[in-house]
């Protein structure tokens, strides 16, 4: 288990963005509240360019998080030393404020799916994700933050609760949490449950960043709703209503807006990072 | 997992067993929704790569074959920017693409841009530096050549056909081979044509070849070749980092 003190996670509590290259400008001449960037750790593994040099440029400006998406933390395989040798990399020469990954899995032997993919939440499952948690923590030598998935179904399988399931791996890691308030609602929505008392029982005392982000409206086989979290819209009224309910309890937290498909102008994400400084001030 | 990640690249299988909907109900199309996710987005990688070759053989056929590549070679990395490296190969093995023979090289050429727009950045040499050598040791001597530059030698108008398919108003291709050296002075990769001498000229440089060694491989496919206009690309393009006047055994 790590400890936590040595690596604080640095973001500050206001409104981050997703960086999108095609925002380089306007976020570096007009950032407005946004007061730092995520990157998805994938995009930032070539040996030059523009991309990395844009992020050299970036993180003298702004804090940053980097955001790993392809670790496959939830998979019962060994995790891929290759990649984690570039993630530590990556970490190491950028110093990110914070680092976080997804309680998915996404590579099946040699394999990746470039999906984040669900799991079972067991004792089995529990172990495996924890001794991840460990090895990554243990090797980029910093605290990491575990984001809950957006989930379209459920495994019979499951014995513990996701807010259970989460709370567990802090306890065991060290680990501190991102809160994906979107995909809490994603998930509420598709599975039948409760979006605020999924928010009631969740180890809200862990969380270093939150996430909102749209997401698109589908129905099922049945007719029930169906959303994918398909991070290519603005956030709705009930996910800001929601992260309403995190921050009363948290104080002021990062928060972050994601917009990674169909990307706006710089603008109109711009307008949803005014949305989130309101937030994290209420008057 | 194994029977979840099975179905997630055969459309074919059923959803596995063992998920619900939360209900109780079984899962049924909401494990598409992962289905959906993984071609869809693999497929996205592949039209961001490939815009030249898409818009050869048509969005709808494109999807088709890249589905194709898809099942055939999954991604082994979590870097997109390296996916679809392979396509060229593939592309030359479908028979209804038989009839394109230069697709396989677009394709190439596509992904050597994308490679070099990832490239490592480096310092280029002056080109004054090739004029204080002496003159007698001018033929011995070897580039470092960025390793953003990449060479696509083919026997199709190849930069003709790429730039036709990507620039509104270009020209028509012309029937001569070309050769495509792509560069990037900055940040942009550019391709530039070749003739099928320089081509010869610069791949034995970019093998490592003494300068003598590759005017020799250029005299041999064209004894007229013009070797001063690509040495003065290379230079203007900042594609040369170092002369190595030493053997390097």
Redesign the interface.
């Known amino acids: 288990m790590l400890d936590a003190r040595r690596t604080p996670n640095t973001l500050p509590n206001a409104p981050g963005v997703g960086f999108k290259p095609a925002h380089f400008q306007g976020l570096t001449d007009d950032p407005g509240p946004a007061h730092w960037i995520e990157v998805h750790a994938e995009n930032y593994m070539g040996d030059g360019g523009r991309q990395i040099a844009q992020l050299r440029a970036l993180s003298e400006q702004f804090a940053t998080s980097v955001h790993g998406v392809g670790l496959s933390i939830g998979g019962a395989q060994d995790l891929d030393a290759d990649h984690l040798a570039r993630l530590k990399h990556l970490c190491d020469w950028l110093k990110p404020d914070s680092f976080s990954e997804h309680l998915a899995w996404s590579t099946h032997g040699a394999e990746y799916m470039n999906d984040l993919l669900p799991l079972p939440y067991t004792d089995a499952t529990l172990a495996h994700v924890a001794a991840h948690i460990d090895q990554v923590q243990d090797t980029l030598g910093r605290q990491m933050l575990l984001e809950n998935p957006s989930s379209y179904l459920a495994f019979d399988d499951s014995t513990w609760s996701e807010t259970e399931f989460l709370a567990e791996l802090v306890r065991r890691t060290g680990c501190g949490l991102l809160l994906d308030v979107n995909n809490v609602f994603i998930s509420a929505t598709n599975l039948g449950t409760s979006a605020e008392a999924y928010i009631d029982a969740y180890p809200l005392e862990a969380v270093g960043e939150l996430h909102v982000g749209g997401h698109a409206e589908d129905i099922d086989d049945r007719g029930a709703p169906l959303l994918i979290d398909s991070h290519g819209a603005p956030v709705v009224g009930a996910v800001w209503t929601l992260l309403d309910r995190v921050l009363a309890r948290t104080g002021p937290r990062p928060v972050l807006v994601e917009w990674d498909n169909d990307v706006p102008d710089w603008p109109t994400l711009r307008a949803e990072a005014v949305r989130a400084a309101a937030a994290l001030a209420p008057a | 997992?194994?029977r979840?990640?099975d179905a997630?690249l055969d459309p074919v299988l059923p959803a596995p067993e063992?998920?619900?909907?939360?209900?109780g109900?079984v899962?049924?199309?909401?494990?598409d929704?992962?289905r959906n996710?993984?071609m869809q987005?693999?497929t996205d990688?592949m039209r961001a790569g490939f815009p030249a070759v898409r818009k050869l053989i048509g969005a709808q056929n494109f999807d088709l074959v890249a589905g194709a590549f898809i099942r055939a070679q999954?991604?082994?990395?979590?870097?997109?920017?390296r996916?679809g490296d392979g396509f060229d190969s593939f592309l030359a093995e479908v028979p209804q693409l038989a009839h394109l023979g230069y697709l396989s090289d677009v394709a190439g050429l596509e992904q050597a841009l994308r490679l070099s727009?990832?490239?490592?950045?480096?310092v280029p040499l002056d080109a004054a530096r090739l004029g204080d050598l002496p003159p007698e040791q001018l033929g011995a001597v070897r580039f470092a050549v960025a390793?953003?530059v990449h060479l696509i030698p083919s026997v199709w108008p190849l930069y003709d056909i790429w730039r036709f398919n990507t620039e509104d108003g270009a020209p028509k291709p012309q029937p001569v081979a070309q050769h495509v050296l792509i560069t990037?002075a900055d940040?942009?990769p550019v391709p530039h044509p070749l003739s099928p001498a320089q081509g010869a000229w610069i791949a034995a440089l970019m093998a490592g070849e003494t300068l003598e060694a590759a005017q020799d491989a250029a005299g041999a496919v064209d004894p007229a070749c013009d070797i001063a206009t690509p040495m003065a690309l290379l230079f203007a393009q900042n594609a040369v980092t170092g002369l190595i006047t030493k053997d390097p055994a």
């Open positions: 997992m194994k979840f990640y997630l063992g998920l619900h909907d939360g209900t109900a899962a049924g199309k909401r494990f929704v992962y996710n993984v987005s693999l990688v999954p991604p082994t990395l979590p870097i997109m920017q996916y727009y990832h490239a490592a950045d480096c390793p953003a990037r940040y942009d």
